[in-house]
């Protein structure tokens, strides 16, 4: 085609500048689209586009060109976007898309004939696919529009997925919480009428302080004109309400910013936030560090003239754009652009004008956004338990000349992080409960509640001797009928002794046969005998820094006794298969419910090792002995299973009391506890009467007990939480009344109530 009659920088100016780069294609066509000579081809990965158009010489199935025969006298670029005709692939198949990925600049340049430049969006957030785990673009609509990778759609859905399953889908059926749902879950509650607690930093009302009743803020031609204000916030710490009501003279309706300070040229939202008009568009816009996040039509549309307030107000790391206080945009950001020291500002558009008559700046304290981290982490909805790190990123190519706001998103996988992070929340709750129990025992052991329990003359003298033997460092027999209370007696002279925060080691050597008697206290080495694959560390050593306490050693063989004798010696021990001696810092408390010195008699316990061993002896008096510490027994046992039976207002009978008086106690203190805890279970109200104690010797069924109301001719397991709740709420949370009530025994009744997940205490009356 001869092209001499055209002036050459006509064509050059059309080539929009001299901007080209390898992925353009230059050429000239008509009014209808038809190609008349391509001027320029791309140098490298010509776009999918440039094989067809080259081939059919026509750019009408692709781009729609009724704009351009509505401007066909025009002589300025003219954008067109394209028209999506199926799917196109870029870059060997890496990007899978359901928008065009062309547009077309074109301009008139005479004689019917227009030079255009066909190019591909931007190639910015392409440029991820190579991070992470690919990436994905949505629309306004949620809908996903873009995906990096077949491999992308296999995370997303199944292995061998096409990307059409994908592409135009709601992102919230693939991912949970989709970045819609995220947004949503996390804004910050804010109504604009309701500012309570804000401090007004400024309140300014121009149409007192100009001739013409406003502040007239006019930009030129070829720059925004800014009205930067002389408050500072600190949005690191500070919420705020940032109010201007004004009128559009000419040209496109204003915005506001927020951002550090800045000086010369730059404009302040390209280190902050901008929302507002967007040019003459009819629409508004939110922006973050100069990039598009969001975007709708305006509901008062756009009229010169028209008296507006545009807010911008920011709480926590939500940011919100209202026109005459009705909310039109709002987004919540987990990396907010926070300063100490930010300003905000009043922008006019090149080429506009504008009349402000009031602004105003509301701050008040908030959240410290630095100090609480906020990260999106969903799950595959087609993969259970896949869980990724989802991370918008920002660009130019994510906003014109694209018809609709789209957002870009990184995919991290994060199923390791995410499973370490729930193994260390259950460690957490793990932590938190016995962090719970060991402070109930500190402050029993701090409040003497598990002390041994006894106002009796000889008992009061017994207790003090043992607290004055806690402070040696001597070993200490300890002999008693079995139920007496020994251990009690053991742990009391820990608790009192120099050792009290190390260590408290009890071994029954009642329980641990003869054969396994010696490698549990002393330990042993691998190989010392069949089945030890591996050393193991004794009790001695275990109760390094502490006390051992050894009950029943009345039970030992005769050959342990003399390796025990030898530990008392010189403190130390060798463990079975070893040759080497370990010296050990332990204190010995020794328990038997015989008495040894008849036991060396009979020759069943070594007499130089009961001499050894014999040098500060208590002997607990049975609980015969002393019948007056029975009613303050009764008491201590009583207000510990009440407690936990839900019956804190149980006492016990006169009657009752006088019966526990005078029964001769055999099994001593322990068989009272039971007796005690038996009563507790079967007491039907707040007395525990004569009927309910019940000795050993006697049938535990023959208790007397009120009749029970049927519940229904089915099992527990079939009784709805709902009605089981309702009981409890009646019986304010006393598991043994609705037990009763419903006719099934309070164990089973407690198992049913932990499988359901339900907490009778939540229920108790007064708390």
């Not at 309070?746 to 708390?767: F, M, N, P, T, V």
């Amino acid at each position: 085609m001869n092209l001499s009659h055209l002036k050459t920088d006509e064509i050059l100016n059309a080539l929009l500048n001299g901007i080209t780069d390898f992925r353009n294609t230059i050429l000239l066509h008509d009014i209808n689209g038809n190609v008349k000579e391509i001027l320029t081809n791309p140098v490298f990965a010509p776009p999918p586009l440039y094989t067809e158009v080259n081939s059919q010489r026509t750019l009408a199935p692709f781009f729609d060109l009724t704009r351009l025969q509505k401007t066909t006298h025009s002589h300025e670029p003219v954008l067109l976007p394209g028209i999506s005709n199926g799917r196109y692939g870029y870059y060997f198949d890496a990007i899978f898309s359901i928008v065009p990925m062309h547009y077309l600049w074109t301009k008139h340049i005479g004689d019917g004939l227009y030079v255009a430049r066909i190019t591909i969006r931007e190639l910015f957030p392409f440029i991820q696919m190579g991070s992470g785990n690919g990436f994905f673009i949505v629309n306004n609509e949620n809908e996903t529009i873009d995906i990096s990778t077949l491999k992308m759609a296999n995370l997303l859905l199944d292995n061998n997925i096409s990307p059409e399953k994908i592409l135009g889908k709601p992102l919230q059926d693939l991912l949970s919480p989709s970045p819609l749902e995220y947004q949503k879950n996390n804004l910050s509650p804010f109504k604009i009428e309701d500012q309570n607690g804000y401090t007004t930093l400024l309140d300014e009302d121009y149409s007192k302080e100009n001739i013409d009743g406003a502040l007239t803020i006019t930009a030129a031609s070829d720059k925004a004109s800014y009205l930067r204000f002389p408050v500072v916030i600190d949005t690191e710490k500070e919420d705020f309400i940032f109010s201007v009501t004004y009128t559009v003279v000419k040209g496109s309706g204003p915005y506001l910013t927020l951002g550090e300070k800045t000086y010369g040229e730059t404009e302040p939202d390209l280190n902050g936030y901008m929302a507002g008009h967007y040019f003459e568009t009819g629409s508004l816009v939110l922006k973050r560090y100069g990039f598009n996040i969001q975007q709708t039509k305006s509901p008062l549309g756009f009229t010169e003239g028209m008296l507006q307030t545009l807010t911008l107000s920011k709480v926590g790391r939500s940011i919100y754009l209202y026109i005459n206080n009705s909310r039109v945009l709002s987004f919540f950001d987990d990396e907010f652009i926070a300063y100490k020291t930010a300003f905000v500002a009043f922008a006019v558009r090149s080429g506009s004008c504008c009349r402000i008559f009031n602004a105003s700046i509301k701050v008040k304290s908030g959240t410290n956004i630095q100090l609480n981290s906020v990260q999106h982490v969903a799950e595959l909805k087609s993969k259970p338990g896949v869980f990724y790190l989802i991370s918008r990123f920002y660009s130019n190519a994510l906003n014109q000349p694209q018809p609709h706001l789209m957002a870009g998103y990184q995919l991290l996988n994060t199923t390791m992080l995410q499973s370490a992070i729930k193994v260390m929340d259950t460690n957490r709750q793990v932590l938190e409960k016995q962090t719970k129990v060991l402070g109930s025992l500190l402050k029993k052991y701090q409040s003497g509640e598990d002390d041994p329990k006894g106002s009796s003359d000889a008992f009061v003298a017994l207790r003090e001797t043992a607290r004055n033997v806690a402070l040696s460092e001597a070993i200490v027999l300890i002999e008693g009928e079995t139920g007496v209370g020994k251990e009690v007696f053991a742990h009391y002279i820990h608790r009192h002794s120099s050792r009290k925060n190390g260590p408290f080691i009890k071994v029954d050597c009642s329980t641990i046969p003869g054969t396994l008697i010696e490698s549990q206290l002393f330990g042993h080495e691998k190989g010392a005998f069949t089945g030890a694959v591996a050393r193991s560390i004794g009790m001695f050593e275990r109760a390094d820094g502490g006390t051992l306490f050894l009950d029943e050693v009345s039970n030992l063989p005769l050959d342990v006794q003399a390796k025990l004798l030898r530990f008392f010696n010189d403190y130390s021990i060798v463990r079975v298969g070893g040759d080497k001696a370990i010296q050990v810092n332990v204190r010995c408390l020794l328990a038997s419910n015989k008495s040894l010195g008849e036991m060396t008699q009979t020759g069943t316990f070594r007499n130089d090792l009961f001499y050894r061993i014999n040098v500060i002896t208590l002997k607990i008096p049975p609980l015969r002995e002393r019948l007056s510490d029975i009613n303050e027994l009764s008491q201590y046992f009583l207000a510990q299973f009440a407690h936990v039976d839900n019956k804190s207002t149980c006492v016990i009978s006169p009657e009752a009391a006088l019966k526990l008086q005078n029964h001769n106690w055999p099994g001593n203190v322990r068989e009272l506890k039971n007796v005690i805890e038996r009563a507790v279970v079967f007491a039907e109200g707040d007395t525990i009467t004569p009927d309910l104690i019940r000795f050993g010797h006697e049938d535990g069924t023959a208790i007397k007990r009120r009749k029970r109301k049927p519940w229904g001719p089915f099992s527990l397991s079939q009784t709805k939480p709902a009605k089981v709740v309702a009981l409890l709420k009646k019986h304010g949370g006393k598991v043994t009344s609705v037990a009763s009530e419903m006719g099934v025994s309070r164990i089973s009744l407690h198992i049913y109530l932990k499988k359901q997940g339900i907490c009778a205490k939540d229920y108790r009356k007064g708390y």
